[in-house]
């Protein structure tokens, strides 16, 4: 179920962690109330670097400013998760991080890549392939959790359930 939240810019954040963990927890208490019995699941994922969120990119331009920021560089990209237990209103909730390096981009391999529009609606202005990704590389972490979802931990927890 869609959360329908309006998710703050990131602008003024200090605490990668903190933010993650506030807009997941927003998502998942929006979504909660229309569930009688299972579990919520909401996450967040933002990029992290030199201080600063790097997030959705507004449009064409903005995703090139962002990956030009980002190319040759390792930043850290953060998701907040929340598991949301009804109707006992069990809340777990987590942060992970993982280290990534975005490839640093020629002007043509740049509009290549902005071309496949698979940009759109990512934190960072890309979304990694799962295998042999030509642009983005896992320095540290889980390659899930720069997807959106850290799968293992995902998987521990539901065990803890």
């Known amino acids: 179920m869609p959360a329908h939240i309006d998710e703050p810019d990131g602008s003024g954040v200090t ?3 903190a933010y993650v963990h506030q807009v997941a927890w927003l998502k998942s208490a929006a979504v909660a109330p229309r569930v009688d019995a299972g579990l919520v699941l909401a996450a967040d994922t933002v990029g992290w670097l030199q201080g600063q969120v790097i997030g959705k990119p507004n449009d ?4 090139r400013r962002i990956l030009r920021t980002l190319g040759g560089s390792v930043h850290e990209l953060w998701t907040g998760v929340v598991l949301w237990r009804r109707p006992d209103d069990l809340q777990l909730a987590w942060q992970e991080v993982s280290k990534v390096r975005f490839q640093k981009l020629s002007d043509a391999q740049l509009d290549a890549y902005l071309a496949t529009r698979t940009w759109q609606g990512c934190s960072g202005a890309y979304a990694i392939q799962e295998k042999d ?3 983005v590389t896992v320095v540290e972490g889980s390659v899930t959790n ?3 979802l850290p799968m293992e931990t995902l998987a521990k927890v539901l065990d803890y359930l």
């Open 15 to 17: 605490d990668p962690r």
């Open 146 to 148: 720069v997807i959106g």
């Open 60 to 63: 064409e331009a903005d995703a």
């Open 133 to 135: 990704d030509p642009y």
